[in-house]
């Protein structure tokens, strides 16, 4: 008997890795998007066996509790386990639910696609990067990310419904980047906001522009997933709190004023 579509989709999203499931959506969206609806129709639990609810429709990046839950995690014992350093970037779209309003949603939505897009230019996703991209200075310096092949760095959309009191009420990416310290991460994400404010979304002939701060935090033997996130978070925090458009990142002296929201 020939294979339905309903099961061979079913037996590759349970074969596939998350890393795999996402590449497909990243890659493929139309064809995935079909293929999932196709299933969906003819199995709904199939469907829901085969496809868990890890990534964000809009932008194809993992979603806040998989990636905070499962993934983080999982790099940290991964980073740990070969001594390889790891660093955390949390960014937040600056005002975001002020540009909504003046703006409209779909301004909004595009906003967020081209912030997407330029966070997947500077950062590995789930290929390493050319060796003639390394940086050479990296290299004499000890700080080449070539080091640990295997590593990858990883991208989530993290929305947080509800959370009212956060400055600008906006939308947040969560960056882990593999084999990279702090300074440098730093330094990523601050080339990330530069080049942020050459963009902006396309209006009437003109172009929108719009911001996003950052906080960074760099893995310390025995810290946990939350403990990463809550330092970026802090400085995130810190980074609106003087100007936004702007990244901190932690260091000890940085904690006289943590984030009360968290």
Known sequence: ????????????????????????????????????????????????????????????????????????????????GKGAPLSYILFDLDNFHQFNGNHGHDSGDMAIDLFTKLIGREVRYFERRKSSESDV????????????EWGQDVVARIKRKGYGGRVGKGEEFGVIL??????????IAGRILTHLQGIGVPSDGTMIPFSASAGVSQYKAGMSAKELIKQADN????????????????????????????
């Open 235 to 262: 400085m995130l925090y810190a980074s609106k709190r003087e100007g936004k458009s702007r990244v901190k990142l932690y260091t000890p002296e940085e904690i006289t004023h943590p984030n009360p929201l968290s």
């Open 137 to 148: 200075g990296g290299r004499r310096k000890g700080t080449d990310r070539r080091k640990y």
């Open 1 to 80: 008997m020939e294979e339905t579509l309903s099961s061979k989709l079913r037996s590759l999203y349970m074969k596939a890795s998350p890393e795999e499931r996402a590449r497909l959506h990243r890659e493929t969206p139309t064809e995935t998007r079909q293929g999932l609806e196709a299933l969906a129709e003819q199995d709904r639990e199939a469907f829901a066996t085969a496809a868990p609810q890890i990534i964000d429709p809009q932008t194809h990046l993992y979603n806040k509790e998989h990636f905070e839950n499962h993934i983080l995690p999982s790099r940290i014992k991964d980073a740990a």
């Open 178 to 187: 593999y084999n990279c310290n702090g300074e440098t991460a730093l330094n």
